[in-house]
Each structure stands twice: as C-alpha cells, then as structure tokens.
C-alpha cells in the first residue's frame, strides 16, 4: 500500500483561493467608464456604489469634478442600482442620488455625473432643460477609433446654463449642429492634426468661445469631449465653492482627462466685420465662403442687407479668396 504525499497549501495558494472566492461570478458584464462632469460645488468630490457589487464599500472612491475612471466590468442583464454620495460617505444610505439601470452584456457604456443638486439654486437652462442631478448614459462608448488612423470623438452638451450650440472645426466645417443640454452626439472621425474648435450659438452668429485641440498624436483613438462648467459662473451659487467656469474636457477611454487649452489669436490671424450693404434686391441675402476655410460650408451664413458679422479671426498674412453667395447656397461654386 503506497502513501500518497500532498504537498501543504502555500501562503501564495491561499490568498488566491482567496480572491477567487470573494469575487463576483457574474453571467453577464457590461464596461462602463464613469465621469464626473457635475459642475455643482456641493458634487466636487463624490462616492459610487453600486448595489450589485456592495452597499457598504465604494465601487468608486473620492471621484472628484472632471475626473473619469478607465472601463471597470459591471454586471449586465438585471437591474443594477447606482448611487452617488459625498466623497465622506460610510455607505450607499447617505447617497444623493441613486439612478437604475440595466445594462447590457457585452455593451460598452459611459455613466456622466452631470447637473446640479438642487436647481432653483443655480441659473436655469436657456432651452428648459431639466438641470438637475443626473447620470447621462451613453451606450455604445468606444475603446478605440472604428477607422483608424482617424481620430474619433463623440460630445456631450454638459454645461447647465448654455444654449443649443454648434461646433465647428476652422478650415473643416461644422461638426456638432444644434446641440442641446444633454445630448451626446455619435462619434465623428477626424484626421489626427491640430484643430481650432469654435463654439458658437446655434444660428453661428456669435463664437461662444474658442479652444485648441492637438489631436495630432491620437492616431486611432476614441475620445469624448464634454462642455464642461458654467457659461456664467459669476452668476451661480457660490455656497460650496467658486463654480467653474466653461470649458472643453476630454476624456479617454483609459480615465485621462484634460481641458482643451483656450485658442489665443497669433500674430499670423487677423479680425475681420464683415457688412452688408448692397442695396440690390436680388442679393438680399448672401452668404460668405472663404476658400481657405471651407468651400462647402459658409463661414458667414444668411447675412441679410444692412446687417454685420462681429469681428471674427481669419487667417492673416496670405491672400484669402472671399466668395459671396445667394443665401440659399449649397457652395462656394454657387457664388455672385
């Protein structure tokens, strides 16, 4: 009769027996990347707990204000309860607010901490829009570009007190038409360059604000980018802090975050008005194509007779091509 030896567990063997015991075995998982884009100084630093996972500990710890995890495995399939309480909190019951949701498997989604706790605090949205507390969800988030070397960006209306706006890249076109707080725009490719980004009101009469965007080395990747922050600042409630004012974020899939720097006018751009005041009826409305910008899209559109642009940045020091247009032009090829 042979003794059979068994060798005595390891230190090692045991904490993984360990870990494999306390981890969760779920059937199905979702990805989902949570960012904190709440501008509200009462939300600068918060706790996420998911109900699946534990009630008592933090699936996120002291998230703070335009910060991001990368994507963590979620279960999919059945409800799961998302709670958001202060940085300090003890356990999902000081929650501020908790938000269901069924994910599904295999999905890719992104959780965007947005609004402000209470409303009547904070100036109201121009459109209407419920500002208050909220996790926007984004299905079908990208971990990377569908067409590289492309770079692709999705964006996110999250700025509580600004209008519908529009996006446009100078020298590309419009890329974001009529947003609205809330929406999240599908991804759109781009090739990877640096790129001046105007946001303008929805009609593109007035530049909101202008920002520098290198994506020159982001060959491939996907990203989000956020209005981030108040329009106004000075107008919201400063109980809890200074709120912040407006801005670009980006986001990355791995949980980077960074704001677009603010675009400066170089010496090699100028300022221009332009004025209308061409009595002929049959050129009552025109538009403005400069060739250097974009032959297809207008850089002034439907300027009506006595009325002006006000003043805004071209490139200087080369000869630029101006083309005036009817004002139901399809193109620069369309011109008077």
């Known amino acids: 009769m042979s003794t059979r030896y068994t060798r005595p567990p390891t230190l090692f063997s045991l904490l993984a027996l360990l870990l494999l015991a306390a981890a969760p075995a779920w059937a199905q998982t979702a990805n989902v990347q949570v960012i904190h884009n ?11 707990y998911i109900d699946a996972v534990s009630s008592d ?10 910060d991001a995890t990368g994507y963590l495995e979620l279960p999919a399939g ?5 709670t958001v309480a202060p940085g300090d909190s003890e356990s999902d019951a000081d929650g501020l607010a908790s938000f269901p949701f069924t994910l599904d498997d295999g999905v890719n989604y992104q959780l965007i901490a947005n609004g ?13 829009e419920d500002i208050g507390f909220t996790l926007f969800a984004n299905e079908g988030s990208r971990l990377q570009s569908s067409a590289p ?12 007190d600004a209008p519908t706006v529009d996006v446009a890249a ?16 599908g991804y759109i490719g781009v090739p990877a360059a640096e790129y001046v980004l105007d946001v303008t009101t929805a009609d593109g009469s007035t530049v909101v604000a202008s920002f520098e965007a ?53 010496d090699e751009t100028a300022r221009a008005q ?63």
């Open 116 to 128: 402000v706790l209470d409303p009547t605090q904070f100036e109201a949205n121009p459109n209407g």
């Open 78 to 82: 059945s409800e799961i309860v998302v």
């Open 57 to 66: 500990d933090p699936a996120i710890e002291d998230l703070a204000f335009r």
């Open 214 to 266: 290198d994506l020159s080395a982001a060959a491939g990747a996907a990203i989000t980018i956020l209005a981030s922050g108040f329009l106004s600042p000075e107008n919201e409630d400063d109980t809890n802090g200074e709120p912040a004012g407006f801005g670009l974020l980006v986001v990355r899939p791995g949980g980077q975050t960074a704001l677009l720097p603010p675009f400066v006018m170089s």
């Open 149 to 160: 070397p492309s770079v692709e960006f999705n964006v996110v209306h999250g700025s509580t």
């Open 274 to 336: 332009i004025i209308h005041n061409a009595a002929d009826p049959g050129a009552a409305v025109v538009d403005i194509y400069i060739e250097e910008i974009s032959t297809d899209d207008p850089a002034v559109e439907d300027l009506a007779f006595r009325t002006a642009t006000e003043f805004i940045d071209l490139p200087a020091e080369q000869e630029l091509t101006i083309t005036v247009a009817p004002g139901d032009s399809e193109s620069a090829a369309d011109g008077l």
């Open 38 to 48: 709440a501008a509200d100084p009462g939300a600068a630093v918060v706790d996420i």
């Open 170 to 185: 100078r020298g590309v076109g419009t890329l974001v038409d009529d947003a609205t707080y809330g929406d999240i725009t």
